[in-house]
T-cell receptor, first 114, second 113 residues
Framework: AQSVTQLGSHVSVSEGALVLLRCNYS??????LFWYVQYPNQGLQLLLK??????LVKGINGFEAEFKKSETSFHLTKPSAHMSDAAEYFC????????????FGTGTRLQVTL | EPEVTQTPSHQVTQMGQEVILRCVPI?????FYWYRQILGQKVEFLVS????????KSEIFDDQFSVERPDGSNFTLKIRSTKLEDSAMYFC???????????FGNGTRLTVT
């Protein structure tokens, strides 16, 4: 069975600073990895995904993530935080042939300060 | 705009009552899912639905839960006899194929008193 660990339930950064949200996965087969964002009182919105191919994937709103098999990681980054990035971020994993049954991490709440 | 609309946005019910949560996709999709998020906890998979039948379900999805597409468009989750621990945010999600990204609705917050 696959699992995801997100280190840090809360992360606070200053506006303009680098955003780094950590995600490590566990899977016995090649995983598909996702980052979702949840703004207050809204559903989950896909930020980016890794399936196969290029290990550095770019998503919406300037976010990107790099799949590192050797480290079993899929950390989310953004060079410069904006106030509008404040939200909860979820890393998720699935494996091929499971009809998109996602296993989510516990989430990281990102706070952006002036 | 989300590709899927969920109603109601918030439902309060008494323990033991039946509730039906609804999900309406904007366009045609093949795969439907329900997930839930208990306050402060991770988002959990409940059930997947394909070709008018359940394709996979989790341990959470016991006999108190059921899903259906009664009219080919709405996708519903029914909880027959709610318990306090059913209080959570319930998310509907849709997909177009195996391992395609899921599109989530804004969720229904269920409060069981």
């Amino acid at each position: 069975a696959q699992s995801v660990t997100q280190l840090g339930s809360h992360v606070s950064v200053s506006e303009g600073a680098l955003v780094l949200l950590r995600c490590n996965y566990s899977s016995s087969v090649p995983p598909y990895l996702f980052w979702y964002v949840q703004y207050p009182n809204q559903g989950l919105q896909l930020l980016l995904k890794y399936t196969t191919g290029a290990t550095l994937v770019k998503g919406i709103n300037g976010f990107e993530a790099e799949f590192k098999k050797s480290e079993t990681s899929f950390h989310l980054t953004k060079p410069s935080a904006h106030m509008s990035d404040a939200a909860e971020y979820f890393c998720a994993v699935t494996v091929t042939g499971t009809a998109s049954k996602l296993t989510f991490g516990t989430g990281t709440r990102l706070q952006v300060t002036l | 705009e989300p590709e899927v609309t969920q109603t109601p946005s918030h439902q309060v019910t008494q323990m033991g009552q039946e509730v039906i949560l609804r999900c309406v996709p904007i366009s045609n999709h093949l795969y439907f899912y329900w997930y839930r998020q208990i306050l402060g906890q991770k988002v959990e998979f409940l059930v997947s639905f394909y070709n008018n039948e359940i394709s996979e379900k989790s341990e959470i999805f016991d006999d108190q839960f059921s899903v259906e597409r009664p009219d080919g468009s709405n996708f519903t989750l029914k909880i027959r006899s709610t318990k306090l621990e059913d209080s959570a945010m319930y998310f509907c999600a849709i997909g177009q194929g195996l391992n395609s990204p899921l599109h989530f609705g804004n969720g229904t917050r269920l409060t069981v008193t």
